[in-house]
């Protein structure tokens, strides 16, 4: 179980995270190193799909980590990205600059494997989801690396925008919430906050929902970063 309160570092800079006490969390930050290697990862990859015309947004814990801390997923080192599946071919185009990049790349039924090796042999992966759209019914549907199905409405994902995502912008779906509510993120329990002088208000608000816990254990939500209160940043 992680202490309720603790501090992770991004690129050198300190950030303090307060979680609630009350509940059991068996998932602990990623440790410095892999942050910056994803951090740099999602840097690559963003240059290169945008140069290239590809156009792609960020979904799953990715995107989760965009929703909560305008970055890196501190909980999950796992990066996702999804493109429509005509790109495909754009990138089998670009298949070997990727390569002379020292980046490997694996293509399978459903999705495409990005992955390199930074500094202390920590390897960083990015899936890439092929997103195939249904004009019958308006639906996005795609597979995940372990095979599961997902379905956004399609303006749920289009037309992709630009959002923060550490010092630079990064493609994501039109409808934040919509898209990581399909992942199973029961976003009305992630309870956070970038200014201290915000806790008061969150803790209240907490204070109000004496079925609040249970809730959350009962949507299995602690697995991954369970209730956060809240994300205390170091003021700019």
Do not use: A, R, W
Request: aromatic letters at 14%; charged letters at 30%.
């Amino acid at each position: 179980m992680l202490n309720d309160k603790f501090n992770y570092k991004l690129n050198g800079i300190e950030h303090e995270v307060i979680l609630n006490s009350n509940l059991k969390i068996d998932q602990k930050p990623i440790n410095e190193k892999i942050l910056v290697s994803n951090k740099y990862m999602m840097k690559y990859i963003n240059d290169l799909l945008d140069y290239n015309s590809i156009e792609y947004c960020l979904l799953g814990g990715s995107l989760l980590g965009v929703y909560i801390f305008n970055g890196i997923n501190i909980f999950n080192p796992l990066l996702e990205i999804g493109i429509t599946d005509n790109n495909f071919f754009k990138i089998k185009k670009i298949e070997d600059e990727i390569k002379t990049d020292d980046f490997t790349i694996i293509f399978k039924d459903k999705f495409i494997k990005i992955s390199t090796i930074f500094f202390d042999k920590i390897i960083t992966t990015v899936y890439i989801y092929l997103l195939e759209s249904d004009s019958s019914n308006d639906l996005i549907q795609y597979n995940t690396f372990n095979n599961k199905l997902i379905n956004h409405e399609f303006y749920d994902i289009f037309p992709i925008k630009k959002n923060k995502f550490e010092e630079f912008e990064i493609s994501v779906p039109n409808k934040i919430e919509k898209v990581l509510e399909s992942f199973d993120y029961n976003l009305n329990y992630i309870i956070f906050s970038k200014k201290k002088n915000n806790e008061k208000k969150i803790i209240e608000e907490i204070e109000k929902n004496e079925n609040l816990y249970d809730k959350l254990i009962k949507n299995n939500f602690n697995k991954f970063i369970s209730v956060i209160k809240p994300f205390l940043f170091s003021d700019d």
